[in-house]
């Protein structure tokens, strides 16, 4: 079992920016990938990003690429996801979740441990 806490939400101005983290503990050697996925009210989780845990490759959804950036402290077991130029469409709570098998860390579906979510609100 691995469990997952996210930390940092809030709330910020467009422009803004915020920074949120996953800590992971638990059976942690064998993830393989690390992800950040959002739900808006009224619309269904999508893929934010996501890092493997071993080589560090980083995959970005389009719509936050150049504005976002995901990280991995493998020593510490947190995953932080850095939010830059936000804006009010990037409002959503944002999950953090852990993936043991190989496949593509884009696909939700594929991961094995949630964390409960955390608020981020981007005001106009």
């Known amino acids: 079992q691995v469990q997952l806490v996210e930390s940092g939400g809030g709330v910020v101005q467009a422009g803004g920016s915020l920074r949120v983290s996953c800590a992971a503990s638990?059976?942690?050697?064998?993830?393989?990938?690390m992800g950040w996925f959002r739900q808006a009210p009224g619309k269904e989780r999508e893929f934010v990003a996501a890092?493997?845990?071993?080589?560090?490759?980083?995959f970005y959804a389009d719509s936050v690429k150049g504005r976002f950036t995901i990280s991995r402290d493998n020593a510490k077991n947190t995953v932080p996801l850095q939010m830059n130029s936000l804006k009010p469409e990037d409002t959503a709570v944002y999950y953090c979740?852990?993936?043991?098998?190989?496949?593509?860390?884009?696909?939700?579906?594929?991961?094995?441990?949630w964390g409960q979510g955390t608020q981020v609100t981007v005001s106009s």
């Open positions: 979740a852990a993936k043991d098998l190989l496949g593509d860390p884009r696909i939700d579906a594929d991961y094995d441990y």
């Open positions: 890092i493997t845990w071993r080589g560090g490759n980083v």
């Open positions: 638990g059976r942690t050697f064998s993830t393989y990938a």
